[in-house]
């Protein structure tokens, strides 16, 4: 069975940093790309990076691009996502996904995803 589990989510002020966890079981990190989403309340899904450790890439959405900072554990099965200087507007909750990245350099798309982990919130404060 796969499972993507998030942890690492809670409240920060502006300014402060976070550091998310997304360990797998069920799959081998080598054999997926993974990616990290958000979604807002009342907004849209959106992308943010996308890592694999075979090819040892990534890819960020413009929006986060310099302040997110995606890195895996491969003996950990484990994905994190470092967010510095974060702001009102990152609060959201926060989701791993595996399968396949999709990237035009702006924009990470949801549709190459094949798993998807519960999420975990995140409330950056004034």
């Known amino acids: 069975e796969v499972q993507l589990v998030e942890s690492g989510g809670g409240l920060v002020q502006t300014g402060g940093s976070l550091r998310l966890s997304c360990v797998a079981s069920?799959?081998?990190?080598?054999?997926?790309?993974i990616a990290w989403f958000r979604q807002a309340s009342g907004k849209k899904q959106q992308g943010l990076s996308c890592l694999t450790t075979k090819y040892r890439t990534t890819n960020y959405a413009s929006a986060v691009k310099g302040r997110f900072t995606t890195s895996a554990d491969v003996a950990k099965n484990t994905v994190y996502l470092e967010m510095d200087g974060l702001k009102p507007d990152d609060s959201a909750t926060y989701f791993c996904a595996a399968g396949i990245c999709h990237t035009d350099g702006i924009f990470i798309g949801t549709h190459g995803m094949s798993y998807w982990g519960k999420g975990t919130p995140v409330t950056v404060s004034p």
């Open positions: 069920g799959l081998a990190l080598e054999d997926f790309a």
